[in-house]
């Protein structure tokens, strides 16, 4: 069985090695790669036996609309039995620990589709600094655990799905209002041939997993947005972001629950 990654990247030397590591078992990683680049990215992606990149280039900045159509063109040309379409801060894991990824989808044989409920994780008070060298999701395991409202609720996404179906994702593979969808949890993808699974994946979103991580990430993506992107609010949480509204989010995080 083959599992094939598709990402978009930009500067992303802080995340990559956690990302690489975390999706280790993948046999090919396609990391669509912006020119633009200004970090060590590349050079750390390089030394990944699986990994692919491709290079994209943007005319005006980051355009969400371009990416997402980039992605789905990859998505359609990957001979694979299962695609993971996950940003860089996004890391799938099953729940309990013991059973790994590769074996679900090895043995599922009545669905082709599964979503993914990620949680917002941040440093807790007690949370050591951050070690590539170990595994990324026992690292940083606080934050809220209600999935029904905040940012939670907005965080079940299509992100395993079989290849070759006829789906389509939309910009952050959330919202597709169109005919033909697929629904689950407030979240879309159209498709004609898609059969999602009633079982959630689990996964956390690495956004706000720590301050340093968080500041540089957001700010170089509030002044990498396009214009489009402005002006249709696609990336509207980092539109307006300062690195203090950053600090103060991540203070207001410190004693949160373990979520598992």
Request: with cysteine; glycine share 4%.
């Amino acid at each position: 069985m083959k599992i094939d990654i598709i990402t978009m990247w930009y500067n992303e030397a802080m995340l990559a090695p956690f990302f690489l590591n975390h999706y280790s078992y993948a046999d090919t990683i396609h990391i669509l790669l912006d020119e633009e680049v200004t970090d060590n990215t590349q050079k750390i992606a390089e030394e990944y036996e699986n990994v692919r990149i491709v290079p994209v280039r943007f005319p005006d900045k980051l355009d969400d609309i371009l990416k997402i159509e980039k992605i789905n063109s990859i998505y359609r040309s990957i001979d694979s039995d299962w695609v993971i379409v996950a940003d860089s801060d996004e890391f799938v894991f099953s729940l309990p620990f013991y059973i790994n990824i590769r074996d679900i989808l090895e043995n599922e044989t009545k669905y082709n589709l599964f979503n993914v409920q990620l949680w917002q994780v941040y440093r807790h008070r007690n949370d050591n600094d951050l070690n590539p060298d170990l595994p990324a999701i026992f690292q940083r395991r606080h934050g809220d655990p209600n999935v029904t409202t905040g940012v939670n609720s907005s965080y079940v996404k299509p992100i395993i799905v079989h290849s070759g179906l006829e789906i389509e994702w939309q910009p952050g593979c959330h919202l597709l209002a169109r005919k033909n969808i697929i629904r689950r949890l407030g979240n879309y993808i159209r498709g004609k041939n898609a059969i999602p699974s009633p079982h959630l994946i689990y996964g956390v979103h690495w956004a706000m997993a720590d301050p340093a991580i968080a500041i540089k990430r957001r700010i170089d993506r509030r002044d990498r947005l396009s214009k489009r992107n402005i002006e249709t609010r696609l990336g509207f949480q980092n539109i307006d972001i300062t690195e203090e509204q950053i600090r103060r989010e991540c203070e207001q995080h410190l004693d949160d629950p373990l979520l598992f």
